[in-house]
């Protein structure tokens, strides 16, 4: 098989897998669709719980693809503040955490894709269009009038479970979103409250979730597993990390895969080998040099953060105790900027020393509802989200450019670059024969350092030192050819390389006269122009070439020799 097919096959092989995963068990759960109507084929799920003293923070936000509909229920306790936080508060954490790739230090054989890899987020995001309708449901009854005034499906199973979330003593938010034509974002809703730390998943089903918690010391949760570097692959396209992922989460039993859990990510950039530095979340989320600043310097500190309260500002949940803010040993407002005062909540009655951010990936299938998952916070090493590949992928098969695997599967994002994409930045490792004149042939790898090279391109040989009107250029190009005063037939062809896959025609160069794609005018041309060819040939990617035979204008003018020396002794002997 030729390297071109090769590379045909692999890239079919992973539009087939992108395909496979890229619409997931349709969502219910904590979004109604309209009576009538199939429920949104995905929902992905932003979260982050920040516990402190007197209760927690949450921060939500929902994607739904184009065309949905759906009311969303969100759980609330009595008391609750209910505001829009920034969009760049769950952007900060989310890239603050997210997993990077590092290849291995030892010399590689073959082409390495990149330096380093930023994996491509979990959960996606889209354009940003703010939920409206919002209201405050008083109790399980309150609810299903409410979703049936507009119009919204309430299958039994789901019946029940809300009735046992009002058991346990939440109520319930309820917001409209219709996402027009384009993957559409919720904006980030905030609740502020007095229950402990928990994600609160239990009417969730057929969701993509990506959870981060915030408290005083890495969190744990059951059944969650870590990130096992050793089980990673590095190659021409980069790790397999986004394909193992997807593996541990949706292989068997859902799992929770716990991607990072660092303190120093709140306050320091955090340095990835090959790339650029990581932004901490303070530099990220105030994106002011400095607030950021400011919030920085606290990174050892012992000292306690001053109570923070939310507003409430969107809504205020009937009952429960308010929030009463407290001064500490450091103000609150060290951790504010301007309007952003989402990093001193998170913090609110807080130590910064002992603070970390803990990252989560997991999935609820669409055949069970998830739970309301307690999250327990201890002392622990970090586990920062830079990630060392130790195992290298074998190289490709000699001859060709392919990997012995599919690249690593990547989802569109509305927002962030995909997990996954590959950089141009590097030079491709698409592999071609180098070209050269005077006869010569070369083989070798030639980096191109954008895209790979169209698969016809042009070519020339110099047949003089002169440059005609043609756009032929007689200087040295990037084609290996380069000007040749030599008269001798060698020097009237560029060489090029071939496959030997195969004895046929195709893969050869020919040599008949009116097949083999060079120009059989007289070689003395008047304006000195190069001999250029009528047909191109396609270079192929194996590294083994033969040299293409001598110039046919040498041929023609050796028999046109042999047919007029005769014909010149015949004049002499009538004469």
Not at 43 to 61: F, L, Q, Y
Not at 95 to 106: H, I, K
Not at 167 to 179: D, I, K, N, S, V
Not at 368 to 387: E, H, K, M, T
Request: glycine letters at 10%; a negative charge; charged letters at 20%.
């Amino acid at each position: 098989m030729r390297p071109r097919s090769l590379r045909f096959v692999f890239a079919a092989a992973s539009i087939l897998a992108s395909s496979a995963v890229a619409t997931p068990a349709s969502a219910g759960g904590a979004v109604l669709s309209p009576v009538g109507e199939s429920d949104p084929s995905f929902v992905d799920v932003r979260m982050a719980v920040a516990a402190t003293p007197g209760g927690s923070t949450r921060w939500t936000e929902l994607t739904l693809p184009a065309g949905a509909r759906v009311a969303w229920l969100v759980p609330v306790k009595p008391g609750a503040a209910v505001d829009w936080a920034p969009d760049g508060w769950l952007d900060a954490l989310d890239d603050a955490t997210r997993v990077r790739l590092a290849p291995p230090s030892e010399t590689f054989d073959c082409p390495a894709r990149l330096p380093s890899q930023t994996s491509a987020p979990w959960s996606k995001t889209g354009a940003r269009k703010q939920a409206t309708s919002l209201a405050v449901q008083a109790s399980a009854d309150a609810l299903l009038a409410y979703a049936a005034e507009r119009g919204y499906a309430v299958p039994p199973a789901l019946a029940d479970e809300i009735a046992a979330v009002y058991q346990r003593g939440w109520r319930l938010l309820t917001l409209e979103l219709a996402t027009g034509r384009s993957t559409t974002s919720t904006g980030t809703l905030r609740v502020s409250d007095d229950a402990g730390a928990v994600f609160p998943l239990a009417l969730w089903k057929g969701a993509r979730i990506t959870a981060f918690a915030i408290g005083p010391g890495a969190a744990t949760l059951p059944g969650s597993r870590d990130v096992d570097a050793g089980s990673l692959r590095w190659g021409s396209h980069g790790s397999s990390y986004e394909t193992w992922r997807r593996e541990v989460i949706e292989g068997g039993p859902a799992t929770w895969l716990r991607e990072s859990s660092s303190h120093d990510v709140l306050f320091s950039e955090t340095p990835v080998p090959g790339g650029p530095p990581i932004p901490s979340v303070a530099a990220g989320y105030f994106a002011n040099a400095s607030c950021t600043t400011r919030a920085e310097a606290l990174r050892s500190s012992s000292g306690v953060v001053g109570t923070s309260c939310a507003p409430g500002e969107v809504a205020r949940v009937p009952g429960g105790a308010e929030c009463t803010p407290s001064s500490g040993s450091i103000d609150p407002s060290t951790l504010t900027c301007f309007d952003r005062t989402d990093f001193s909540l998170s913090l609110s009655a807080g130590t910064p020393r002992s603070a970390f951010v803990t990252r989560w990936a997991t999935s609820i299938p669409e055949g069970r509802f998830g739970s309301d998952l307690p999250i327990s916070f201890a002392p622990d090493a970090q586990r920062g989200p830079v990630f060392l590949v130790h195992s290298l992928e074998a190289c490709p098969p000699e001859g060709t450019d392919a990997p012995l695997s599919p690249p690593p599967i990547s989802r569109p994002s509305g927002g962030d670059a995909p997990s996954g994409t590959s950089s141009h930045d590097e030079a491709s490792e698409y592999g071609t024969p180098s070209e050269s004149c005077s006869g010569s042939t070369t083989s070798g790898t030639v980096a191109y350092e954008e895209e790979p090279p169209p698969e016809e391109t042009s070519e020339s040989c110099s047949g003089s030192d002169t440059s005609s009107d043609d756009g032929w250029d007689d200087s040295d190009s990037g084609d290996g050819c380069s000007s040749d005063d030599s008269s001798s037939s060698s020097s009237d062809a560029c060489s090029r390389g071939s496959s030997s896959s195969s004895s046929g025609g195709g893969d050869e160069w020919d040599t008949e006269d009116d097949e083999d794609g060079w120009d059989t005018e007289d070689e003395a041309s008047p304006s000195g122009a190069k001999i250029r060819p009528s047909a191109r040939k396609k270079p192929h990617a194996s590294g083994k070439t033969k040299k293409k035979p001598g110039s046919p204008v040498s041929r023609y003018s050796l028999l046109a020799a042999a047919l007029l020396l005769p014909l010149r002794r015949r004049g002499r002997a009538e004469l």
